[in-house]
C-alpha cells in the first residue's frame, strides 16, 4: 500500500514568466514582476532581453535549450528596426523545426533567414518595421507560435490578424497567453481559427505571477499511483488562464478531489478508484502529458491516449525516450496513428535498480522518478536538467511522506 502525504512549495509558472517578460519589454512604462520564475528558462529569457544593445553590428543571443524563449524571441528580435542577431540554441534545439513561424513574419515584412538548415535554427535576423496585418499560421507542430505573433501583435504599426489552421496544437497555451495580455489592457477577438489583435499599447502595472500548474501535474501522477494521499500544493489558483490546471478535472475520473484552502490547493485520494475512461485526448496539455503517461503505464495500462504527436518535437522526442525507458521496467508503449497504448508486464522486471537516460529532458526525469514510489532504486545520468522548469524539485520530492 503506498501511502503520500506532504506540504509541496511549487515553483512560479515559468510559461507565464516568460510571456510577462516579453511584455515587459515591450510596455513604452516600466513595471514589477513579482514571484517570477526562477526556472533555467526565465532567467535564460531575462538575460538575453536585458543584454540587447543599441547597436548595428550583428548580435549573438544563444537561447540553449530554451524553447518558448527561442520562438517569442524570433518574433520579438524581427521588430527591433536597424538590429542584427544570430539567435541560435543548442543541438536539439537546432532540430526543432521553426519555418512556420519564420515564414509567417517574412510575409509580415519582417527579415529572417536560415543561416544553417532550411527550416530549423540558427536564424539571421534583421529587425524592421512589420506593416502588413494578416498572416496565415500553421500551428500543428507548436501552439508557440501563434503566441509569439500575439505577444508582438499590438505593437505593429496596423495590428495583426492571426489565421490558425484547425490542428492547433497546445490551443490552452495561446488561450494563457491571450488572458496575460488581456491582464495589460489588450483587448482581442478569438474566433474558432480567427485572432484579430488591433494596434494599442500595453498598460504597465505591478504584476504577481501564478504558480505552475505544469509542476502540480507530477505530484497528481503521485496521488494517481498510490493508494492514498493528501498532498498540499502551495499557491495554486482555482481560477488559473494555466491550461494545466485542467488536471484537477481530469483525476477525479482516478478517485483524487481537489479542494482549495487559503490559495493552495489540496489533492485527497482515499478511496479505490474505478476509472471508466478508454481514451483520453491530450492535444491541449503536452506538459500534462508525459506525467500522465507514465502514471497511466504504471497503474492504468488499459486506457489509451491520443493527441500527442507534437511530443516528439519537445526537448526531446518524449514518446521515443518514454518507450526506450518504460521497457527498462517491462513497460511497453505501443504509439502508431497518433494513438498510444500500453502492455505493463512489471510483474517480469527483475531487476529493482533502474538505470534511466534522462535525454537532458526535465519532464522526463520528473516523470520517470515515479518508479521510486514503487520501491526502485534509480539513477539518472542528468538530474539537474528539472532546473529547466522547476529547481527545487528533489527537494520537494524528499518531503512526500510515504509508506508502503
Not at 516600466?30 to 540587447?52: H, M, P, R
Request: with cysteine.
Amino acid at each position: 500500500m503506498i501511502s503520500l502525504q506532504a506540504i509541496i512549495d511549487l515553483p512560479a509558472s515559468k510559461s507565464i514568466s516568460n510571456r510577462v517578460l516579453i511584455i515587459q519589454s515591450l510596455c513604452e512604462e516600466k513595471f514589477e514582476i513579482e514571484n517570477l520564475s526562477q526556472a533555467n528558462d526565465t532567467l535564460l529569457l531575462q538575460n538575453i532581453l536585458s543584454s540587447i544593445k543599441e547597436t548595428t553590428e550583428i548580435q549573438p543571443i544563444q537561447a540553449e535549450d530554451a524553447g518558448t524563449p527561442f520562438r517569442f524571441l524570433t518574433a520579438y528580435l524581427s521588430t527591433l528596426q536597424d538590429k542584427l542577431f544570430l539567435l541560435s540554441g543548442n543541438d536539439r534545439m537546432n532540430e526543432r523545426p521553426i519555418a512556420s513561424l519564420v515564414d509567417g513574419l517574412n510575409c509580415l515584412g519582417a527579415d529572417i533567414s536560415f543561416s544553417k538548415k532550411n527550416g530549423f535554427p540558427p536564424l539571421l535576423i534583421k529587425g524592421k518595421k512589420l506593416q502588413e496585418n494578416k498572416i496565415n499560421i500553421d500551428s500543428s507542430e507548436s501552439s508557440q507560435f501563434v503566441s509569439a505573433l500575439c505577444l508582438i501583435a499590438p505593437t505593429l504599426q496596423n495590428g495583426l490578424t492571426i489565421n490558425v489552421n484547425e490542428k492547433t496544437v497546445s490551443a490552452s497555451y495561446i488561450d494563457m497567453t491571450l488572458s496575460v495580455m488581456r491582464d495589460f489592457g489588450i483587448e482581442y477577438q478569438k474566433t474558432t481559427n480567427e485572432i484579430i489583435i488591433p494596434t494599442q499599447n500595453y498598460v504597465a502595472k505591478k504584476y504577481c505571477v501564478e504558480n505552475d500548474w505544469s509542476s502540480a501535474c507530477f505530484f497528481y501522477a503521485m496521488a494517481m499511483i498510490a493508494d492514498e494521499a493528501t498532498i498540499t500544493l502551495n499557491g495554486l489558483q482555482m481560477k488559473s488562464c494555466q491550461g494545466d490546471a485542467f488536471i484537477s478535472e481530469l483525476s477525479q475520473s482516478f478517485g483524487i478531489d481537489t479542494t482549495f484552502k487559503n490559495n493552495n490547493c489540496i489533492i485527497t485520494k482515499t478511496e479505490i478508484d474505478n476509472c471508466q475512461l478508454s481514451t483520453i485526448n491530450l492535444k491541449d496539455y503536452p506538459d500534462l502529458a508525459i506525467p500522465f503517461i507514465v502514471a497511466c503505464a504504471i497503474k492504468y495500462p488499459s486506457v489509451q491516449i491520443i493527441g500527442i504527436a507534437h511530443l516528439v518535437h519537445k526537448e526531446s522526442n518524449r514518446i521515443v525516450a518514454l518507450q526506450n525507458e518504460l521497457q527498462k521496467v517491462s513497460i511497453f508503449l505501443h504509439y502508431e496513428n497518433d494513438i498510444l497504448t500500453f502492455e505493463n508486464k512489471m510483474t517480469e522486471c527483475n531487476s529493482r535498480t533502474i538505470n534511466f537516460n534522462s535525454y537532458n529532458d526535465h519532464r522526463i526525469v520528473m516523470s520517470l522518478n515515479l518508479f521510486t514510489l514503487l520501491g526502485f532504486t534509480l539513477h539518472f545520468d542528468i538530474k539537474n536538467c528539472v532546473k529547466k522548469s522547476f529547481p527545487q524539485y528533489w527537494e520537494e520530492f524528499k518531503k512526500l511522506y510515504a509508506t508502503k
